[in-house]
């Protein structure tokens, strides 16, 4: 159980193009999920928090202009990357946060997203 | 600011050996505690998770906890090759998110 998709799983786009990645919990309601942007050899940043059916809460930094994030429902968010440019180019991991066996609270990662902005 | 240490190694160890991780943490309120594994290229898998001072076993894997000192660490028996990652620790300081480690690369030679 426990498993986390995303798509695409790779991209490459123009600058100035928008892209939109998807984050689905399988086997589970995820209310929470979240946003991480990784650049090589760096460590995990979070960009957002993405709580359904409410406004994401963006760290400090991080464009919410820029990075659109909906959280529809309790097993899909998504994170549109608008008027990319290639300084945007990363990889971008999803994570859920699963509650069920009285866990607290564990999140699992998606298998990310690398996006190319030429 | 919540702050999670780890040495960004790379620690190497032979085939067989046990590896062992540490990571220190700032918050003394934290109550979650989880070890991550990242292959280069990947996202991160979990390992882990530990709630409660001690050890706790998971097949090669062992956390230990000792919240008075604020560390927590990953012993990783007859480790393989295939343990090679960077290891990332993340503490839950009580809010909904996680602080995470820079992480420690772990080289197994064979």
């Known amino acids: 159980g426990a498993v986390v998709s995303q798509h695409p799983s790779r991209v490459i786009c123009k600058s100035g193009t928008s892209v939109k990645i998807e984050c689905r919990s399988l086997?589970?309601?995820?209310?929470?999920m979240f946003w991480y942007r990784q650049f090589p050899k760096q460590s995990l940043m979070l960009m957002a928090t993405?709580?359904?059916?409410?406004?994401?809460?963006?760290e400090q930094g991080v464009e919410k202009d820029k990075f659109l994030i909906n959280h529809a429902s309790l097993t899909l968010s998504t994170l549109t990357v608008t008027s990319a440019h290639p300084e945007d180019s990363s990889f971008y991991i999803c994570?859920?946060?699963?509650?069920?066996?009285?866990?607290?609270?564990?999140?699992?990662f998606g298998p990310g997203t690398r996006l190319t902005v030429l | 600011q919540k702050e999670v240490e780890q040495n960004s190694g790379p620690l190497s160890v032979p085939e067989g050996a046990i590896a062992s991780l540490n990571c220190t943490y700032s918050?003394?309120?934290?109550?979650?505690f989880f070890w991550y594994r990242q292959y280069s290229g990947k996202s991160p898998e979990l390992i882990m998770s530990?709630?409660?001072?001690g050890d706790k076993e998971d097949g090669r894997f062992t956390a230990q906890l000792n919240k008075a000192s604020q560390y927590v660490s990953l012993l990783i028996r007859d480790s393989q090759p295939s343990d090679s990652a960077t290891y990332l620790c993340?503490?839950?300081?009580?809010?909904?998110?996680?602080?995470f480690g820079k992480g420690t690369m772990l080289l197994v030679s064979p």
């Open positions: 530990i709630y409660s001072n």
């Open positions: 993405s709580n359904e059916g409410s406004k994401a809460t963006y």
């Open positions: 086997d589970f309601q995820a209310t929470t």
């Open positions: 993340a503490v839950n300081p009580g809010y909904s998110t996680l602080t």
């Open positions: 918050d003394r309120g934290s109550q979650s």
């Open positions: 994570s859920a946060r699963d509650r069920r066996g009285g866990s607290t609270d564990t999140q699992y």
